[in-house]
């Protein structure tokens, strides 16, 4: 497979790995109500730093979660301004820090920092994407054929899902030597080669169309059996399963002319489509006996599961200026908003289901929040939305416009109804490790206790037990102890056993030292890790 080389590339392939994780800091809660010092324990979140640390911030907890990111990074113009910020340990990268990268005839190295800056990003939010999530990513033609390189890369070439072509509203080049463009460009990755759009209001043309008499109602469908090349069990074994007809009896894939065949979809995929309501169950003719047979429906509350990759119909970036002015009643200070009718569309292909994760680490004026609300007043839902900003305005405007959505705002027959929700918003914090890799003491001790539990459990929720003062909590039938104090060495021993009052079939015990044997350690199924050596550097 093709790759792509640039100067600095072998310095920031692993750099994510060298990003300290920092520690999220609360500074105010809002809600309907208004904004609140107090921790609301919304799920909602706006950070305000550099994307690149916020992600690694949000990797314990969230690893494998988000089921949609949109992403709007600097399209690498010339003209935008933007920074070099991320600390690479290398001469040729450190003498970029804080320089405003400019036109190509300015510094030759434009796209090489662009590239530089984006790779670590992208790696952190393939981690973060969830296997059944994609990721959407804007940009124009200064930087489209580089960024598809690197996320094939990243991503994997087979998880390339296509390019949407935007029609922005406005021409770009007229001033120069080359053609202007009136588009750009949404690259679509997937976690999985089996990733199902979703569908989109039907049209009257919809309706006409597919209006069907049966009670398939308003879709197409396709057999769920995989058909033509490939299609034998042994082409994807993985794809052979059996699952439950209408009468309760257990159905494999099998071709019409006898052999083992494979569904379209690996099983994870089709209970998701159970779920959805994506399975359409039909009596058919096979081998002369009556049976029933699985389809899947094509048309999930509207239009195809394939989405048109040419969007004209969207007001452009115009629109979406004139809408943030609408609700921040000042000029927006963004050149290329996207408009929100333009996220709506992307969490309605992503299928984002009512209790997922949307995720915007280039946050701009808020437009993802904007859409996710708006999503979640419509049809009821609980889809939970976090916003990354490294701008001074992450609070004034970000997060402002986001209050404004929520209670309302216009005036008059202008007056748009709020959204009704909540948010926290968060500033990074402090490293969790020094750089020799000990606890940082000026991080609070439940921040540390949060990034162990996350670690080991894979991002489950963390809920603090008041009764027992060093227990973590239970998962998988293991008790997790966290012994550690600020001020003193901690040793396992006997005394410290007495205080464990957790019934498990094993422990898990953090302390900086261990006086048991390992017979003692095998007697109770315990595993003991040292502080700090063995707590997971992710």
Not at 53 to 75: R, T, V
Not at 129 to 141: M, N
Not at 268 to 276: A, F, I, R, S
Not at 342 to 350: C, N
């Amino acid at each position: 497979m093709p790759t792509l080389d640039w100067i600095g590339k072998d310095k920031v392939i692993n750099h994510h790995k060298d990003v300290p994780y920092k520690v999220l800091e609360r500074k105010y809660s809002f809600d309907e109500s208004g904004m609140h010092k107090e921790d609301i324990h919304s799920n909602n979140m706006i950070i305000h730093g550099d994307n690149l640390e916020a992600l690694k911030s949000l990797l314990p907890q969230y690893e494998g979660k988000i089921k949609c990111i949109y992403i709007d990074p600097p399209y690498n113009t010339g003209n935008e301004g933007w920074i070099y910020n991320d600390n690479v340990n290398d001469p040729k990268i450190k003498k970029w820090l804080g320089e405003v990268v400019g036109k190509e005839g300015e510094d030759l190295s434009r796209h090489d920092k662009w590239l530089c800056m984006m790779y670590p990003r992208l790696v952190l939010l393939q981690k973060l994407l969830a296997d059944d999530g994609a990721i959407f990513i804007s940009i124009d033609d200064n930087e489209k054929d580089y960024l598809k390189l690197i996320c094939n890369e990243i991503f994997g070439a087979n998880y390339y899902m296509g390019t949407i072509v935007r029609a922005t509203g406005q021409t770009t080049g007229q001033d120069s030597s080359g053609l202007g463009s009136s588009f750009d460009y949404v690259l679509v990755y997937s976690k999985s080669c089996d990733y199902i759009f979703g569908g989109l209001p039907l049209t009257e043309h919809d309706l006409k169309r597919f209006k069907n008499e049966d009670d398939r109602g308003n879709y197409a469908y396709d057999q769920l059996r995989k058909t033509g090349s490939n299609d034998r069990r042994e082409d994807r074994p993985n794809m052979y399963y059996a699952i439950i007809n209408p009468d309760g009896e257990e159905l494999y894939p099998t071709a019409t002319a006898g052999y083992d065949s494979r569904w379209r979809v690996e099983k994870k995929t089709y209970n998701k489509l159970v779920e959805d309501d994506l399975i359409f169950w039909k009596k058919t003719k096979r081998n002369n006996e009556e049976v029933w047979w699985p389809y899947v429906k094509y048309y999930a509350e509207g239009r195809t599961k394939r989405p048109s990759p040419l969007w004209t119909e969207i007001e452009g970036n115009k629109k979406a200026s004139r809408d943030v002015k609408s609700i921040l009643g000042v000029d927006c200070k963004f050149d290329y908003p996207k408009p929100i009718e333009m996220i709506d569309r992307i969490l309605k292909i992503a299928s984002v289901g009512k209790e997922d994760i949307v995720l915007d680490s280039f946050a701009g004026s808020g437009t993802t929040a904007h859409a996710v609300l708006n999503m979640n007043k419509s049809d009821g839902g609980n889809r939970k939305f976090i916003l990354v900003e490294m701008g001074d305005y992450a609070d004034t405007i970000t997060a402002e416009r986001v209050k404004r959505v929520i209670n309302g705002y216009g005036e008059g027959k202008n007056a748009v109804e709020g959204t009704g929700g909540n948010f926290s918003y968060y500033e990074l914090g402090n490293p969790l490790f020094m750089q020799d890799g000990t606890i940082n003491d000026e991080v609070d001790i439940t921040e540390v206790r949060k990034y162990v539990w996350y670690t080991e459990t894979n991002g489950i929720e963390y809920k603090e037990d008041i009764q027992e003062k060093y227990f973590l909590g239970s998962y998988n039938d293991t008790a997790y102890y966290f012994y550690y104090e600020k001020d003193r060495v901690t040793i396992l021993d006997y005394e410290f056993l007495t205080s464990v009052h957790k019934k498990e079939q094993a422990y898990v015990i953090y302390a900086d030292s261990c006086a048991l044997s390992d017979s003692d350690l095998q007697k109770w199924n315990i595993t003991f890790k040292k502080i700090p050596r063995d707590i997971e550097h992710i």
